[in-house]
């Protein structure tokens, strides 16, 4: 059995109110942070190397350090629960199921930077979980570690649930911050970023909330013990959202030293392919990251086991390798259309595209178009290349990483699935007659 | 060269008196008082999920303007943002929305299949309503229960591991309770925010 | 202060100055074009990704490269910083796909198009596009709308540079116009039947890049090159009555703001000089305005150019002489 560090007490009856949380141990790590100064209570985060948790991986402590403590305004933080990667839902499973472990761990986190008004942007089609939270934060309030002068330290802290209403673009973090001031959600250019200048023009962190729940047992253990979970740079553990044709979809908490193939088949976890199907694809990261064949995602180029670390799954590039991303884990089985995914996902990009910057707006669309026809057997063999080279055009020329996540998919699904495009442009008849995927029977 | 034609409807400005209720209004106020002084405008996501619960079950231009006199803005700042989420309708809805996920998960699992029962049985194209204006069918993009594939939301509800005969079934459900008032509802806006 | 480098030349700069603006002191060839930002518009820039220039080196304390072609309207300089613009390929490549990009879904109808000839778009197309074309698919298309009596918005021409929602914002004091709905399916609009009525709208005419905002007191009149645009002033009460009349012959087809080297706004002008004086006695002459070489406006300018002398018929002879 892996080591359940942030879903260590899930299974406890009652474990959302505040009393059965605090009696296995609820709200120590934050009586522990409160004992150590801000900037202590920071190096324990760096130490422990945790990688924020929403898609990026980036370090936490060091982003936390970024934070300008100089300013006079106040600082702010924002918890971003707009959780909207196709293959993700993790977050919104630790909330409905722990939301004081979150809560926890947005006062020590805001502790740490030295923030009083902390919110969490909650995305819109999650109403339920705001009345969770709301609850859970009442309690905490109620027993005084949330609130004015927290357990009597003097440090006072105040967090609100923010609703979004309907835009993947908003878990980018200075789209949210524009939605949190009441505006559409257009990604600010960078710079300045939001550790100088964020929400109310004022230094501001946006966390994940997987990132800010893991802070609390990093406090618990202390940073070092927590490095020493996981393997080289990925330290710790990694919720991760498996879905797909695969036996046990759901949430699992790994400790980064498993294999995928492990992941994959232990009945621990995905619990192997539904109905005993070959294995065709995986998504590992959520839908923005390179797709890979199943070839690829159990080993790498040079036959080594791929195992479920960000380094693991970036090994070989983006010619052979994909990423960790959100951790949202799609496999697809031998029936499934690499085409008509591909078009699936390009639409959501066209659809979640704000339309700001040029790149993205027509790329998205035009992608979309094209793989569409691609799909219903109208396609011509020059289409193919024409996608790749406006996925290649999109890339890094866009304000925010949508661009970058609009594109990846189309390139990798090109990279490594280039016959079944080619058989899609070769074989119009058959494709306009399948209706939703199965094009086994056809290409074996 | 054929274009395609986007059709968005320019409204006819409307003086219809909208008002929330004094319980209302003072949750309102509660809201708004989340936020730094002078920085009320944050406060317009959420009032625009109360207003269109509360208001008619979408944005109409009286609404808006509503909401734009109660934070003080400018009526354009409240149609930007409405126009730019996909949960605000700025079109007469009915009053179940069915909104079945297409993306990536659900639509290898099924989804697809789901929306086309759908569309057959109430008869309608998704994003239309019902002639007795009780459903509306929408696809949306991911809902983020692809582990529960393939999901829908009907209002802030959602279903999961939908089949055909789920969905039957909660259809029924649904068109009995048509009658139902909406005491239930009432609490909505102290529930969800 | 810091020193940049930018395609060979070096310039020393004021901290906080971006390295598009670095640019236009230097001024030439290397100036990276602008369809979104302006610099007289607060906030404006970042979005149509013309100007992307690479940064090869970041600073003189951390030379390393930016990973990304960056906004150069949008990245202030740092001392010791090196940038790529024009002396760049992978910049001149990827301009190219932008201008594709934006080109995508705006109709290529420019012989039909009130803009052409003092198009930005049209410009940039000429200098950074392609000579084929490879979108097969359909292009979206709009209703033309009139926002106010003086205005036509034609969204199929939109570029979505964001400009005359600062110009409401900042000029006009007052907004009726935004960008509502997302994406590609976003659009200019005032979302209720709404008329753009103030003093300072007619500006946004002005800094339309492209033919979606155009003067309906000017449109279908006359093609811009076939004008002769001249400085001319008034005493205004709203405004500094500076601008440019365009006439043919003595009759004045159109009046708008002066523009600089850039193709920006010198000064804002009010409505009332903009559509309500059109006669020659209105105005007071100061000459050809200034118009690049480039510009096809230009070939009808005679300011810089000497006249050949001629002979004149006999009976005017004398006349000439005295």
Redesign the interface.
């Given at each position: 059995m892996g080591r359940k560090i942030l879903l260590e007490n899930i299974d406890k009856e009652g474990i959302e109110r505040f009393d059965v949380y605090r009696k296995h141990g609820g709200y120590t790590a934050l009586e522990k942070a409160l004992k150590l100064t801000p900037d202590e209570v920071t190096e324990e985060v760096k130490k422990s190397g945790m990688r924020g948790r929403g898609g990026a991986g980036f370090p936490t402590g060091m982003k936390w350090s970024f934070l300008d403590k100089k300013s006079n305004n106040?600082r702010y933080l924002i918890c971003n629960a707009d959780?909207?990667?196709?293959?993700?839902?993790k977050d919104?499973y630790l909330i409905e199921k722990l939301p004081h472990l979150l809560v926890e761990g947005l006062i020590i986190s805001s502790y740490a930077l030295g923030v009083n008004?902390c919110y969490i942007y909650v995305?819109?089609?999650?109403?339920?979980l705001?009345?969770i939270l709301n609850k859970a934060i009442c309690e905490a309030n109620a027993n005084k570690f949330l609130g004015k002068n927290i357990l009597n330290t003097g440090y006072s802290l105040d967090i609100?649930v923010?609703?979004?209403?309907?835009?993947?673009i908003c878990g980018e973090e200075t789209a949210q911050i524009e939605?949190?001031?009441?505006?559409?959600?257009n990604p600010r250019?960078k710079?300045p970023f939001p550790a100088l200048k964020g929400l109310?023009d004022c230094p501001t962190v946006v966390n994940n909330v997987e990132t800010l729940a893991a802070v609390v047992p990093i406090i618990s253990m202390g940073g070092e013990e927590y490095a020493k979970i996981g393997t080289g740079r990925s330290t710790g553990t990694k919720l991760i959202?498996?879905?797909?044709?695969i036996n046990r979809?759901?949430?699992y908490e790994i400790e980064m030293n498993i294999s995928v193939e492990e992941f994959l088949m232990s009945d621990e976890y995905c619990g192997g392919m539904k109905n005993g199907k070959p294995l065709k694809a995986v998504?590992a990261g959520g839908?923005s990251v390179p797709i890979l064949p199943a070839h690829l995602i159990l080993k790498t180029a040079n036959g080594e086991n791929r195992m479920m670390t960000y380094e693991s799954l970036a090994d070989g590039g983006f010619a052979t390798g994909t990423m960790l991303g959100s951790g949202?884990f799609?496999a697809?089985d031998e029936d499934?259309c690499i085409v008509?995914?591909t078009w699936?996902?390009t639409?959501?990009y066209?659809?979640?595209?704000?339309?700001?910057?040029?790149?993205c707006?027509?790329?998205?669309?035009?992608m979309e178009?094209?793989l569409h026809?691609l799909e219903n057997g109208e396609g011509r063999m020059h289409d193919i290349d024409?996608l790749t080279n406006i996925s290649k055009?999109i890339e890094?020329?866009?304000?925010c990483p949508l661009g970058d996540a609009a594109a990846w998919p189309v390139a990798s699904a090109i990279r490594h699935f280039r016959d079944e495009f080619e058989f899609h442009v070769k074989n119009p008849g058959i494709v306009k007659n399948i209706k939703?995927?199965s094009l086994k029977k056809y290409t074996v | 060269m054929h274009g395609f034609k986007i059709h968005h409807v320019l409204h006819k400005k409307d003086n219809t008196k909208v008002e929330f209720s004094p319980e209302i209004l003072s949750k309102v106020q509660q809201i708004i008082k989340?936020?730094?002084e002078g920085?009320h405008?944050?406060?317009?996501?959420?009032i625009?999920?109360i207003a269109q619960e509360e208001l008619g079950g979408w944005l109409s231009p009286a609404v808006m303007d509503y909401v734009a006199s109660l934070?003080s803005?400018q009526p354009i700042?409240v149609y930007?943002?409405a126009t730019?989420?996909?949960?605000?309708y700025t079109q007469p809805v009915g009053k179940y929305v069915l909104e079945i996920c297409?993306?990536?998960?659900c639509?290898?699992?099924g989804g697809?299949?789901i929306m086309e029962h759908l569309e057959n049985k109430l008869g309608i194209k998704a994003g239309e309503t019902t002639t007795d204006g009780l459903f509306t069918l929408k696809g949306?993009?991911?809902?983020?229960?692809?582990?529960?594939?393939p999901v829908m939301?009907v209002n802030?509800e959602?279903h999961e591991h939908l089949t055909t005969e789920k969905v039957d079934a909660l259809l029924e459900e649904l068109k009995n309770n048509k009658n139902a008032d909406k005491a239930k509802e009432s609490k909505w806006a102290e529930?969800?925010? | 202060m810091p020193i940049v480098t930018i395609d060979n030349h070096t310039i020393e700069v004021p901290e906080g100055t971006t390295i598009l603006e670095a640019a236009r002191k230097i001024g030439g060839d290397i100036v990276p074009p602008t369809m979104c930002y302006y610099s007289k518009l607060k906030g404006s820039?970042?979005?149509?990704?013309t100007c992307?220039v690479k940064v090869s080196q970041g600073s003189a304390k951390d030379p390393r490269p930016m990973p990304?072609?960056v906004?150069s309207c949008?990245?202030?300089v740092a001392d010791g910083m090196v940038v790529q613009n024009i002396t760049s390929p992978e910049v001149l490549e990827?301009r190219k796909?932008?201008v594709?990009?934006?080109l995508?879904?705006h109709p290529l109808d420019c012989p039909v198009c009130d803009q052409a000839g003092e198009c930005d778009l049209q410009n940039l197309s000429y200098e950074h596009g392609a000579n084929t074309e490879?979108?097969e698919?359909?292009r979206r298309e709009y209703d033309k709308v009139d926002i106010g009596p003086n205005i036509q918005l034609h969204m199929n021409r939109c570029?979505?540079c964001y400009r005359c929602v600062y110009t409401a914002n900042q000029i006009a004091n007052s907004r009726v116009h935004g960008?509502l709905?997302?994406?590609?399916?976003?659009e200019i609009s005032t979302y209720i039947q709404n008329a753009i009525d103030n003093e300072f709208s007619g500006n946004v005419i002005d800094v339309c890049p492209v033919g979606a905002l155009t003067d309906k007191t000017f449109r279908f009149k006359s093609r811009v090159w076939f004008l002769k645009p001249m400085n001319a002033h008034r005493n205004c009460t709203k405004c500094s009555g500076k601008v440019v009349v365009w006439k043919f012959g003595n009759e004045i087809y159109r009046v708008t703001a002066r523009k600089d080297q850039f193709h920006e706004v010198e000064e804002f002008i009010c409505n009332d000089c903009r559509y309500d004086h059109k006669q020659p006695e209105d105005w007071t002459i100061e000459g050809p305005a200034k118009l690049s070489k480039q510009s096809v406006i230009s070939q009808n300018q005679y300011g810089n150019l000497k006249k050949p002398s001629i002979i004149l018929p006999i009976e005017h002879r004398t006349e000439k002489q005295e």
């Open positions: 106040p959780e909207s990667e196709p293959g993700t839902f919104r008004t995305r819109g089609e999650f109403k339920y705001i009345g609100h923010h609703s979004g209403a309907g835009a993947y939605s949190l001031e009441g505006k559409r959600g250019i710079p109310y959202s498996a879905s797909g044709h979809p759901g949430v998504i839908s949202g799609i697809y499934s008509r995914n699936n996902l639409r959501f066209h659809h979640e595209s704000c339309g700001q910057c040029s790149p707006r027509e790329g998205t669309g035009w178009r094209v026809r024409l055009n890094g020329n866009t304000i939703h995927g | 989340r936020y730094p920085r405008k944050s406060a317009l996501l959420p625009l999920h934070l803005i700042e930007e943002v730019f989420y996909t949960q605000f297409q993306t990536a998960t639509a290898a699992c697809e299949d949306v993009e991911c809902l983020g229960g692809c582990g529960y594939a939301q802030t959602f529930k969800f925010f | 820039g970042g979005k149509c990704r992307l990304k072609l906004a949008s990245t202030p990827a796909a932008i594709e990009f934006l995508i879904n490879r979108y698919e359909d570029i979505l960008v709905y997302r994406g590609d399916q976003a």
